[in-house]
């Protein structure tokens, strides 16, 4: 499993959001290679598609379906928790329900093998 | 940056409700406001949104103005323009005062860097209290200091906030 974390160091979340990320794959048990990219201009933003910090990318998907239909842009980036509540961070929920679904994905072509 | 004690400097500009607003004004009819620098694209504002409703609810018969500015260049940021800070406030029901920047004079003499990032002003116009509204954006139920309603019960009890400044929390002001 690939995993990209990208962030945006002016938005603060971005340690939290990491550590949400690290118990996520700890407490699933899986194994993946994650890939830290920090976005630090407009260009760079643009270049990867960044809608805002932090943004998390499992097998090249965005752990947040609503992503499809945001701008690229260095900003800091809206979730929505469970409760509805907004937030500059993903819930666990999101970053476990995508780890969980791309492992899904990829154990028929583990057998496969 | 505005240091406790010193007095705010006075500002006068638009609010989404199409009127002029000036910090003397308020000063006059209130016996604290907090100015609050604030926008509409912040997830960080976002996820305070509703407390900001609360605390002006809860201490408009005190006395006290919440007053929310967007500093933020809204030419990267169009979000933050004055049509969509309109929308955002009538979606909301906002309660309180959200004015207008444009030129980000008043962030600047504020020292405003972050949004939320809040000034707690007494009737006299002096600073009290500076920085974060509570101590946890995330989630309103994990609030164990609420910064700004302890502050805002010590200005209009005369007394000096305990906790006076704090780290501001949330998105950087977006300077042209």
Known sequence: MQIDFLYWAECPSHPQAWQRLLDALDALAIQAEVRRVEITTDEEALRWGFPGSPTIRVNGQDIDPAAKRLPARLTCRLYYRDDGRPSPLPPESMIRRALTAAQAREQPLEKGN | ?176
């Not at chain 2, 016996?31 to 900001?52: G, L």
């Not at chain 2, 323009?81 to 929308?87: C, G, H, I, L, R």
């Not at chain 2, 005062?97 to 002096?126: K, M």
Request: aromatic share 10%.
């Open chain 2, 1 to 176: 940056m505005l240091e406790i004690g010193q007095k705010a400097p006075d500002f006068t500009l638009p609010g989404v409700d199409d009127a002029t607003h000036s910090l003397a004004a308020l000063l006059a009819d209130h016996k604290a406001v907090a100015v609050i620098f604030s926008c509409n694209h912040c997830p960080y504002v976002r996820a305070w949104e509703d407390r900001m409703i609360a605390i002006q609810s809860d201490y408009t018969a005190r006395g006290v103005a919440l007053v929310a500015i967007n500093s933020n260049d809204a030419t990267r940021y169009p979000d933050d323009d004055f049509a969509s800070m309109k929308k955002r406030a009538a979606e909301q029901g906002f309660n309180f005062l959200y004015l207008r920047d444009e030129t980000q004079e008043v962030a600047r003499a504020y020292g405003a860097t972050h949004t939320p990032h809040v000034f707690l002003l007494d009737s006299e116009g002096v600073l009290r209290y500076r920085g974060a509204i509570d101590d946890s954006y995330e989630d309103p139920a994990s609030v164990e200091f609420p910064y700004l309603r302890d502050a805002l019960e010590a200005v209009l009890a005369g007394q000096t906030p305990k906790i006076a400044v704090t780290d501001a929390v949330g998105c950087t002001v977006k300077w042209k």
